[in-house]
C-alpha cells in the first residue's frame, strides 16, 4: 500500500533551536516535496528533490534546508527556527514516470515559541 | 508571486446544486492540473486531474473545464452533497520536466448546506 510517513506529527520548538523533519514514503516515486500550509495562503512550496541527493529550491526556501539521502527519505531542516515557521508542514511524494500528481503525508504540526 | 489563483475564497451552495470552483495560472508551459481537497485536520488528497490535451475530465459528479487559450479552469461538482464540504485546491506543474515542480492555489473552501 502507497504510504509517506512524517516525524514527528506535532513538535513543540523554541526560538532559535535546530528542528528536523522527517519524511519516508514506500511509493518507490521519484519526487517528493515539502510544502506548508498556513491560512489564507493554501500550500506553498519550501523545497523539492527529483531523485535521491537532489534538492531544489521551491517559492519558499527561505530559513529551511532540505536533504535527499535516498529515493525513500527527505529531510526538512530548520537550522535557526523562529516563531514566523510556527506552520503545518505537509510532505509528498509523487512519479514523473507515471505522472502521479503528489500523495501527500498526515502532516507535522510544528510550533516555535 | 502567485503561479495559480484560486476564486472565490469560499462558496456556499445548497444541497443538489452545483457548485462551480475557478483556478487561473500564468506559465503557459504547465501541462498537467491536478485537483486536491482537503478536510478539517486530514491532508490534501487526489480528487481529479486532466491535461491540456482534453478540455473536459469528468469523474462521476466532478468535472474539470479546461481552457487553454485563456490558462482558465473549473471544478464543477454537481448535485453537490454536504458530504463535498472541504476546502478545493487547483495545482500545476510541468509532468515531462524530470524536476517536476508543482504548485498550488490558496484553496477554495465550499460549504455545501442540506
Redesign the interface.
Known sequence: EAAVTQSPRNKVAVTGGKVTLSCNQTNNHN?M?W?RQDT??????IH?S?GAGST?K??IPDGYKASRPSQENFSLILELATPSQTSVY?C?S?S?IN?Q???????TRLSVL | QQQVRQSPQSLTVWEGETAILNCSYEDSTFDYFPWYWQFPRESPALLIAIRPVSNKKEDGRFTIFFNKREKKLSLHITDSQPGDSATYFCAASHSSSNTNKVVFGTGTRLQVLP
Open positions: 519526487n516535496y510544502y489564507g495562503h493554501g500550500l506553498r512550496l523539492y527529483y531544489e521551491g517559492d505537509f509528498a509523487g514523473t505522472n500528481a503528489p500523495l501527500f503525508g498526515e502532516g
